[in-house]
Every structure is written in C-alpha cells, then in structure tokens.
C-alpha cells in the first residue's frame, strides 16, 4: 500500500512493534566489504534480501560522533535544534555528559554512571510521538551497553531505559525511569553474571548480551504484543570501541561483526515468533562511520595524517599571548570543538571578536588544518556552503565550543601509532552510514539516492501516520513504502 493509500483508511495501519537498530561506528561498506562473512542464517543476508536498501544515506552535520548520532536519530534534527552537541561539553565551565542529570538517582548502582536522563534533549524523538499519539498506551524502552546509546533513542517519555554499569557488571538504570530495577532485569543481571563480568565493551559477547537483554525487555515489557505500536530501541555499543581499539577490519572487528550477523539472525527469528512476521518494522542504521588507521592506509600511498589538536591549542595560546598579554586565551578543546576563555577576555577588556577571529588565524598555521571557523559568524567564514550548512547544524549554541577546526581530507585526531579507527569529521569515512528498512509494509529494494540520517524518524513516522518529532528537518523516503 502507498503511503496515500494508507492515510486514506480511516485507522491507519500499524505495524505492532518497531525496532530501531543502531550498530555503533558501522560503515555503509561494511553491508558489502563483509560479504563473505554474513552467514545463511544470519541477520545480514536477511537485510540484503529483504530490506530496502538506502546506499547514499549521509550524517548532515559535524562533530560525527555518538550522542550526537543517537539524538539525531530519534529525533530526525541536528545538535543545533536537538542540543546534543557531543558525548560531553561545556557548560560554563563544566565538562558535562550528554545525559548526565544530577537530580535523578542511579538505580541498581551507587555510581555516578546511574545518575543519567534525557534531560539535556531539547527535542521530542520518536518514541515521544508514539506515546502522543497513543495517548500514552504504546511501550517505549532503549537498550545499550552505552548510557547515551540507550536513553536518547528511547526518548522523554519511555517507559524504560537500561544501560551497562562496568564497574558492578550489571545492567542498571536510573530513577528517572524507575525507582528499583524491575524483577526481570535483576534475574536477568543473576543469570549472566558471568558473562556480565568480562569486558564487554569491545568483545562479541558485548553484542550477545545486548541481544539477549532486548529480548528479555521486550517479553517482559509486553511489547509488540496488541494493535498499539510499541518501540523497542536497540544500539550495540561493542562494536565502536572494537574498532577504536583494533583497528577497522582487524581480526577482532571481523570477528564481531560475524557474531553481529550471528545475533541480528536470532533477533529477526525472534521477532517473527513472538510478534509475527510481517507485523514489525526494523530499521538498521549506525550513528557515525569510522576511518582506517594511518599505517594501513600510508601501506596503500594514500595522504593519512593523525593531528593532535591539544598541542595545536597550545601552540595557538602561544600565539595568542604575544598578541594580546594574555595567556589561555583558548580554554578547553574537545577533538574538533574549541571553547575561548571568556572570563579572561572580559577580564582583560578584550573585543571577543577580534580574539576569535585572530584564535582562528592562529590555528590555522598548523599546516594539517584546512580553516578553522567562528562559528558565531558563519555568515562571514570564506568556506563552501556545503561545509557551512553542516556546521551550522551540528553546532549547539550555549553548549558546542565555538570555533570547529576542520582538517584536511585524511587528517584524524589521535596518537600516530595507534592501531585503531577515529571518527568525528565531515568526511565520508566518517559520515556514510548504512540505512536499511524491513518488515512491515517494505518493499524490497534499493536507492542510491542521497538521503540522510535526519530522514530515518520522519519515514518511520510517516509510515505510522503519527506526527514527525517536533524539530525534525528530514523527509520521508516513500519509495521503500509498500
Ligand atoms: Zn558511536
């Protein structure tokens, strides 16, 4: 049925359960350089037979990272409308986690890590569509190893959110959700006790547990189980610090990524089980890409750099110093995001401007820097418009640093040796993601088209005939409608 089709039935068709997929640091290549690994009954060959593929799906906006792609997701809008300008920021003066909440109380921890909520999203996402339009009635819960992985994608209203405490090695949650762990999860938490207390960060059995714990979830939260559509969102949080750790297609990511394939198989097997084939919708998406390390590419002759914005900082401070007699003129540097230091330019009775526009000058004497840009004048920055529009989407005013340091094409942040990936830039290793629809009402298929990660909750609330989040800026992308 069209999507016209489906707006003219008087009640709109539903699908009785979605489940969002997120796989952390996924490439868009991935779906195609593992070929050979994806095994018959795996999740992968289902997705590629199955699924709508959308090969040409970018991330909008820079800095190319995981709280950022999560919100973004869910909420189909940017870190400029959404505010979730990295996994960490500053606010006024304070490095703050993208879902740290001091007045939630961690629940089945006493750490800090159980002091999380969805507070710091500005924007409505999918799940809290759902739950306005079903007056509540639909389930909405988020599932990850990741705190931020797990409590933005299920949104303001979930019902339920869970995460990985290291530490305890245990799931946990927090008392914006619940005031104690519900009996399943404590089971759940005895049951694998083993397993939890391993290292599940970067390990196949991360991505096993994750699976299991979904499961679990929905069973025990009664989702997919009636005509009221239900959210269950999924992120595998292993594979990202696999690649970070090991380096992309390393023995350990291809030996995660089977397991992956592995996993996805039994989660669809599931699904079809217990909520019926054909009655749930899946996506599969990752909230970022990764690039390959220095040696590997530097083997191929390709112009691989790794930069060190830290001692950039410095040396630009030095800089800076000589000009003005005032020291640390730049305060705090996140990867690409720098934060002036306005108490010592009020102090000083400096011209803000003049500090920002002789900071960005400063930095770009570093020969691996392309522009660095204010992003307080965007309009004034002599860059293409294509990297201004994704600067102005991803930059959070009161919480992104305000000037972005944008690095040649191959430039990546991070120690010259190590073996592992990085992320966070505009280019296409980091930005490409894979984007696949199956299920409910998907036409098999493909599309080369440029979509974008913004376009993922305004399909999904298309399909549903239920309102787009509130400050979502994409489209739906009809053509995989049935
Ligand atoms: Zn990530």
Redesign the pocket.
């Known amino acids: 049925m069209s999507l016209l089709a489906l707006a003219a039935a008087a009640q709109p068709a539903r699908p009785r359960l979605v489940v969002g997929i997120v796989v952390?640091?996924m490439r868009w290549d991935y779906l195609y350089t593992y070929g050979d690994t994806w095994s018959a009954g795996g999740g992968f060959n289902r997705l590629l037979a199955d699924g709508f593929l959308c090969n040409n799906t970018m991330v909008d906006y820079v800095p190319t990272?995981?709280a950022c792609?999560h919100a973004s997701i869910y909420t189909g809008t940017t870190p400029a409308f959404h505010g979730i300008a990295g996994n960490s920021y500053h606010i006024n003066g304070e490095s703050v986690n993208s879902v740290w909440d001091p007045d939630v109380k961690p629940v089945g921890t006493d750490g800090k890590v159980g002091r999380q909520s969805p507070r710091n999203l500005w924007a409505t996402t999918i799940g809290d569509q759902l739950k306005v339009a079903t007056e509540g009635k639909a389930v909405v819960a988020g599932v990850s190893l990741k705190d931020r992985?797990s409590i933005l994608p299920a949104g303001h209203g979930a019902d339920f959110a869970t995460w990985y405490d290291g530490k305890g090695g245990k799931f946990i949650s927090s008392s914006y959700y619940v005031d104690k762990l519900p009996q399943w999860l404590e089971e759940f938490n005895k049951r694998n006790k083993a397993a939890l207390a391993t290292n599940l960060w970067d390990e196949p059995s991360g991505v096993v547990m994750t699976t299991e714990l979904a499961l679990t979830a929905m069973r025990n939260l009664n989702m997919g189980k009636d005509n009221v559509t239900d959210l269950l969102a999924v992120s595998y949080s292993s594979t990202?610090a696999c690649a970070h750790n090991y380096g992309i297609k390393s023995d350990s990511v291809n030996a995660i990524y089977a397991r992956l394939d592995l996993e996805l198989g039994r989660l669809f097997d599931a699904l079809d089980r217990e909520v019926g084939k054909g009655e749930y919708l899946v996506f599969l998406t990752a909230?970022?890409g990764g690039t390959y390390n220095l040696k590997s590419m530097r083997a191929l002759h390709l112009p691989w750099h790794m930069a060190n914005t830290t001692r950039q900082c410095q040396a630009a401070n030095a800089v800076l110093e000589r000009q003005f007699s005032v020291a640390n003129l730049i305060k705090y540097d996140k990867q690409y995001s720098i934060y002036l230091n306005h108490e010592a330019i009020v102090r000083a009775d400096l011209d803000r401007d003049e500090v920002a526009w002789a900071a960005c000058r400063a930095l770009e004497q570093d020969s691996l820097t392309q522009w660095a840009v204010d992003l307080e004048h965007l309009d004034k920055a002599a860059i293409p418009s294509e990297l201004k529009q994704r600067l102005a989407l991803g930059y959070a005013r009161e919480r992104s640093g305000e000037i972005h340091l944008v690095h040649k094409p191959g430039v990546y942040t991070g120690a010259d040796g190590h073996p592992g990936s990085s992320?966070g830039t505009y280019t296409q290793d980091d930005t490409h993601i894979p984007l696949v629809f199956m299920g409910w009402h998907v036409n098999a298929g493909e599309t080369a088209r440029l979509t974008h990660m913004t376009d993922i909750a305004a399909t999904v609330c298309a399909m549903l005939h239920i309102q787009a989040p509130n400050a979502c800026i994409g489209q739906p992308i009809t053509e995989l409608v049935k």
């Open positions: 952390d640091q990272v995981t792609g992985a990202d909230d970022h992320h």
